[in-house]
């Protein structure tokens, strides 16, 4: 099969043809690979030595790694403080369950989770030893790694450790994310620095080409042989060795060359994302680059930016349902900074320490830029084909492309401002933040608070964008459990907070702690209000109902608040239980927040006597059987209509 594939594709590439060739590589590959089955891991107790295919990973649900056994890949689910770099020899025991699956674009056998995990010894191989302490190079040069420092290393070596999950997806909705992906660009400057490195041991073309082959594998080492630095390596390696053998190569056939040449070795990369951009925002640039236009070196700059995004508009909407439509403008204002960063960093790295500051500085200013540009239209298939079908258009017809060019344009505004969503004025909204509760409260006038975060920041900042959220005034944390907690971090430096109110004591979670902490280091006032106190939000009254005491469960500490408005009362129960709930008999409102997810939780007399018309469960996919069938059927028969955020998504409570 791969014999058959690659005569198709050499013949194809011989004819001139070369994009095509890579497609039918591509698709061709990839749909062989998928009908392959692995064979799944036996089940049971596994005592195995393998080598490190990943570095340690940090996960949402503790550190884990792919790892190489005698029988193939495996994904080991690690102990907490599990140590080990790509390449290490270790040793593990634990539990194996048979299912294969994919993890970063890798098929493995099954997991294992792992309760006893042994780093034997450092790499076999010199490439990965010399890329490993590049890397640790490039780490300990730019501690501590956060915000610009952690987004520079992510230009030098692809290390984005560092970066904050919530910047990571600012660049995404930006278009910039490419710049850590690290690629072209990167290693045309890696060879640079080190044809300078070697001095006159570089002069002449043809040393210079051996020394950039033996340093290639090192670079693609250091950056952990991410996709886009195989593509990229793979053409600056085939150039190289063009340029050593006196054979002059057309770009193009060298980018076919690499892409069939990748998906031979490994034809698992055609089904990787990475890959799949690299590969097509590199013909984009080349179509953009010889694109027939007149003008200057800007205009050449915007050819370019828009050709890469052109090319990879159809992958983004594909995998991320939706496409940046002002990216070209952002990557050109954005493209010279990386490199000016980049530049800096490298010098930084290997000499004066203050040069990678101002690398930092930069890299900092570009994920300015990312957060300002990410709250900027983004377009769907819709907007996609409507751009699609006026290129068409304006390349058949000519005479119209005036005409064509600004009913394109029309088009594409009108499903623009018809994306965004916009808040009640005055009321509430419930947001479908998945398994916990995010509460927004708009007063009117632009004057809005938030309770509680949700389990993800990255969502939570999402969603707060869409609604044109700029400010909060004020911001509630009703207790201190990670769905409630956790979102509410990514807010801290990136949204403007007045003040906050949480009422911890006793109690303590990771999640609190690392809240109050970056709101302590941000100068953000916190404390816990007093019952009774009224804070005015617009047309709207905030009135703080409990905690009446410390309560032995986190769940019964919750804040409770009654929002007052001028036709309707809405009652933010937080998560409490039984024992508070007898506490809090007395409450009453037309809507009701059910506490706990719908969880079996609640005192069914309190749900009923609340009295309300409107009962909203925020609630997302779970395992713990929320909310409870009861809880519902409860409420629907005491009259109250029930939402829920799993089924109904973003639930909007008019106040007025």
Do not use: C
């Amino acid at each position: 099969m791969v014999l058959i594939v690659s005569a198709l594709v050499v013949g194809l590439a011989l004819t001139r043809r070369p994009v095509v060739a890579s497609v039918v590589a591509a698709v061709t590959l990839s749909s062989w690979l998928g009908s392959i089955p692995l064979a799944p891991l036996p089940p049971g107790r596994l005592d195995a030595a393998g080598v490190m295919s990943t570095d340690v990973i940090e996960g949402e649900y503790g550190p884990y790694a792919l790892i190489d056994l005698a029988g193939g890949t495996i994904l080991a689910d690690l102990p907490p403080g599990s140590a080990a770099r790509r390449g290490d020899l270790v040793r593990l025991e634990g539990l194996a369950a048979g299912d294969p699956g994919t993890a970063r674009g890798v098929r493995h056998r099954g997991v294992v989770e792992v309760d006893s995990f042994e780093r034997l010894a450092g790499p076999g191989s010199p490439i990965l030893a010399l890329g490993n302490a590049v890397r640790d190079r490039v780490s300990t040069r730019l501690v501590p790694a956060e915000g610009g420092r952690a987004l520079l290393a992510g230009f030098l070596v692809g290390d984005t450790d560092g970066v904050d999950e919530v910047d990571e997806e600012a660049m995404r909705r930006a278009g910039l994310s490419h710049f850590t992906a690290v690629s072209g660009s990167n290693v045309a400057l890696f060879l640079t620095v080190l044809f300078v490195a070697v001095g006159p041991l570089g002069v002449g073309p043809k040393r210079r080409a051996v020394i950039g082959l033996l340093g290639l594998p090192v670079f693609a080492a250091a950056t952990r042989f991410e996709p886009s630095v195989l593509r990229a390596s793979a053409m600056a390696g085939i150039g190289l060795t063009g340029r050593l053998m006196d054979v002059g190569l057309e770009v193009w056939q060298v980018l076919s060359a690499a892409v069939i040449g990748l998906l031979i070795v490994d034809p698992a990369l055609a089904g990787n994302v990475g890959f799949q951009l690299s590969t097509a925002a590199a013909a984009g640039v080349l179509i953009g680059a010889r694109w027939p236009i007149h003008s200057g070196k800007i205009g050449r700059a915007l050819a370019v930016a828009i050709g890469a995004q052109a090319a990879v508009a159809p992958l983004l909407v594909l995998h991320f349902g939706e496409v940046p439509v002002m990216s070209p403008l952002v990557n050109l204002i954005a493209a010279p900074l990386v490199a000016l960063a980049t530049l800096l960093g490298v010098i930084g790295v290997i000499g004066p320490v203050l040069v990678a500051d101002v690398g930092a500085g930069l890299a900092g200013v570009v994920l300015f830029m990312a957060h300002v540009a990410a709250g900027w239209p983004q377009v769907g298939w819709v907007g996609l084909l409507v751009a699609l079908a006026a290129l068409t258009l304006l390349l058949v017809l000519p005479r119209w492309r005036s005409q064509l060019a600004l009913a394109a344009a029309s088009a594409v505004l009108v499903l623009i401002s018809g994306a965004g969503a916009s808040l009640p004025d005055p009321g509430v909204v419930v947001l479908d933040v998945g398994q916990g509760d995010s509460i927004l409260i708009a007063g009117g006038e632009g004057r809005v608070a938030l309770v509680d975060g949700g389990p993800d920041p990255v969502l939570l900042v999402e969603k707060l964008r869409s609604y044109q959220v700029r400010s909060l005034e004020l911001v509630v944390l009703t207790h201190v459990h990670a769905d409630h907690a956790t979102g509410l971090s990514g807010l801290v430096g990136r949204v403007p907070i007045g003040q906050v109110w949480a009422d911890l004591e006793p109690h303590h979670t990771p999640a609190s702690e690392e809240l109050t902490a970056a709101l302590g280091e941000a100068g953000i006032p916190v404390g816990p209000p007093e019952i009774g106190t009224v804070w005015q939000l617009g047309a709207l009254s905030i009135r703080v109902e409990a905690p009446l005491r410390r309560y032995a469960s986190p769940n019964d500490q919750s804040i409770v608040l009654t929002v007052g408005g001028p036709g309707q009362t809405m009652l933010l129960s937080g998560d409490i239980e039984q024992v508070a709930q007898a506490e809090l008999a007395h409450l009453r409102a037309d809507v009701l927040k059910v506490p706990h997810q719908g969880a079996a939780t609640s005192d069914p007399v309190w749900l009923t006597e609340v009295g309300a018309e409107l009962a909203v469960i925020s609630v997302g996919p779970n395992d713990f059987g929320h909310p409870a069938d009861w809880v519902v059927k409860l409420l629907e028969e005491s009259g109250a209509e029930v939402l829920r955020t799993d089924r109904d998504h973003d639930v909007v409570v008019p106040l007025s």
